[in-house]
């Protein structure tokens, strides 16, 4: 499997971002570009796309960042910034937009946008284990 297949795989095994609509729209070592839609059913008692949304997206496009690199790479502190109110419909697109690995622990920061308007800055910190991603 070559490194920039193993988001493609772990997507196809993770139930909870399929349910939210996640599309990998481009992938390379070191870099995912993700896109979604705001539904109905991810609004909060405010009519607003709940932070878990933009939280779980940009988590998600780390995670997929941090493996390309080929081993099992654990998320092991993250955060985020939410800067804007997104609402039903909006389409946000995460990328990784820095990616910087050292032996064991690798950095990310995530961009979500919609469109050229940033809504949310992530931070997260991996371990990267010695476990290799299998051809499968």
Same mark, same amino acid.
């Given at each position: 499997?070559?490194?920039?297949?193993?988001?493609?795989?772990?997507?196809?095994?993770?139930?909870?971002?399929?349910?939210?609509?996640?599309?990998?729209?481009?992938?390379?070592?070191?870099?995912?570009?993700?896109?979604?839609?705001?539904?109905? !059913?991810? +609004?909060?008692?405010?009519?607003?796309?709940?932070?878990?949304? %933009?939280?779980? =997206?940009?988590? &998600?496009?780390? *995670? $997929?960042?941090?493996?390309?690199?080929?081993?099992?790479?654990?998320?092991?502190?993250?955060?985020?910034?939410?800067? !804007?109110? +997104?609402?039903?419909?909006?389409?946000?697109?995460?990328?990784? %937009?820095?990616? =910087?690995?050292? &032996?064991?622990? *690798? $950095?990310?920061?995530?961009?979500?946008?919609?469109?050229?308007?940033?809504?949310?800055?992530?931070?997260?910190?991996?371990?990267?284990?010695?476990?290799?991603?299998?051809?499968?």
């Amino acid at each position: 499997m070559e490194s920039k297949d193993i988001p493609h795989k772990m997507l196809s095994l993770d139930a909870y971002s399929k349910w939210l609509g996640i599309k990998i729209l481009s992938c390379e070592i070191g870099k995912c570009k993700l896109g979604m839609t705001v539904r109905k !059913e991810m +609004l909060n008692s405010m009519n607003k796309a709940h932070g878990a949304i %933009t939280y779980a =997206l940009a988590d &998600t496009a780390f *995670g $997929f960042t941090a493996n390309t690199h080929g081993k099992y790479a654990v998320s092991i502190e993250t955060s985020i910034n939410h800067i !804007e109110a +997104l609402e039903e419909g909006d389409y946000l697109i995460a990328e990784a %937009t820095l990616n =910087l690995q050292k &032996t064991k622990v *690798g $950095f990310n920061i995530v961009e979500v946008k919609r469109e050229n308007e940033l809504v949310a800055l992530f931070k997260g910190v991996v371990y990267r284990t010695s476990k290799d991603w299998e051809v499968s």
